[in-house]
Every structure is written in C-alpha cells, then in structure tokens.
C-alpha cells in the first residue's frame, strides 16, 4: 500500500518533470497536516498537498493569488513566498523560496 509521503513524491515528480525541474526529494524543507514541501532544482519550492486537502490545496492557492495580484511580498515584517506555478490536478503548488522569518502556510486561510 502506498503511503501519503510516496503519493506526494510520484506527483512531485510528475509536476517537476514537465516543467524542466527536479524536486530534491532529499531536501525536505517541511511536512505537515496537508502534504509536504521540497526543494527544487530551480531555486524554488513546491508544496504538494495529499489527496485528502483538497479543500486546504484551493484555499492557499486562492491566498497566493490574492497576495500575488496584490503585489504583497511581506506581512508585518514577514516574507510572502511569491507563487510560481501550481497543478490543479496533482494538487501541487510552486513558491520562492524567502529568508526568514516568513509566513508558509495559508491553507486555513478563509475569505
């Protein structure tokens, strides 16, 4: 039986393998609830969600869209990771990478 954390792996590969990219499966940088949160080849990180946080996938995507548009980079002395790219269906959203502090996480976030 798969487990979450090689489902999420196969869809990182997947989502870096069409755009040109590697995720580096050895440089975790944060797992959780939701999914897990890797480095890539280029520079940035993807967050890939489980297959179970659909509702939390749309919920930060929609925040990074908000922010994006907004042209927001920092919150109270925060760094925003800036959205790159994302996959509706593998559920697999791209970032820049920031120093800290900074704020990861918007899957909770409600509008």
Same mark, same amino acid.
């Given at each position: 039986m798969e487990t979450h954390r090689?489902?999420?792996e196969e869809r990182a590969k997947a989502?870096?393998? !069409?755009r040109e990219n590697?995720?580096?499966l050895e440089t975790e940088? *944060?797992?959780g609830q939701e999914g897990f949160v890797?480095?890539?080849t280029r520079g940035s990180a993807i967050k890939v969600y489980r297959p179970d946080a659909q509702l939390n996938f749309n919920r930060e995507l929609r925040? !990074? *869209?908000?922010l994006s548009h907004s042209n927001?980079?920092?919150?109270a002395g925060f760094e925003v990771h800036q959205l790159l790219d994302h996959d509706?269906?593998?559920q697999v959203i791209e970032i820049t990478l920031v120093e800290l502090p900074f704020i990861l996480d918007f899957g909770k976030v409600y509008f």
């Open positions: 090689e489902n999420c989502f870096c393998d !069409y590697t995720p580096k940088l *944060g797992w890797w480095e890539t925040a !990074y *869209g908000i927001i980079s920092n919150i509706q269906l593998l």
